[in-house]
């Protein structure tokens, strides 16, 4: 079992800046993949950021450039960060967390089993 939760959405104007926080626990073999995905409404669930613990690291067109992906490791205890700079309203959305085993190719999107609840974000023109 893994727990996920994600923290640090909130309003922000065109152009600002948020970091999202998602705590990690549980089954560390389940954590391998971590990954940032958002749903704006009326659209589909789309990934955003993914990497392996340790390894590689993959971005969205849409992301690349502008979000940072990165990982926090403390004592069994994971902290996913996602770094949101030059931020547009396209980009609002709820943003979740999502984790999936270690056998999985963390660069693919539909590889992610474990979500959390969300946090939203709203970017203002």
């Known amino acids: 079992q893994v727990q996920l939760q994600e923290s640090g959405g909130g309003s922000v104007q065109s152009g600002g800046s948020l970091r999202l926080s998602c705590a990690a626990s549980?089954?560390?073999?389940?954590?391998?993949?971590m990954a940032w995905f958002r749903q704006a409404p009326g659209k589909e669930r789309e990934g955003v950021a993914a990497?392996?613990?340790?390894?590689?690291?993959?971005?969205a067109d849409s992301a690349r450039g502008r979000f940072t992906i990165s990982l926090s490791q403390d004592n069994g205890k994971d902290t996913l960060y996602l770094e949101m700079n030059n931020l547009k309203p396209e980009d609002t959305a709820m943003y979740y967390c999502?984790?999936?085993?270690?056998?999985?190719?963390?660069?693919?999107?539909?590889?992610?089993?474990?979500w959390g609840q969300g946090t939203q974000v709203t970017v203002s023109s």
């Open positions: 999502a984790s999936a085993p270690g056998y999985s190719s963390c660069v693919d999107f539909t590889v992610y089993k474990y």
């Open positions: 549980g089954a560390v073999y389940s954590r391998n993949c």
């Open positions: 990497l392996r613990v340790a390894g590689v690291r993959r971005y």
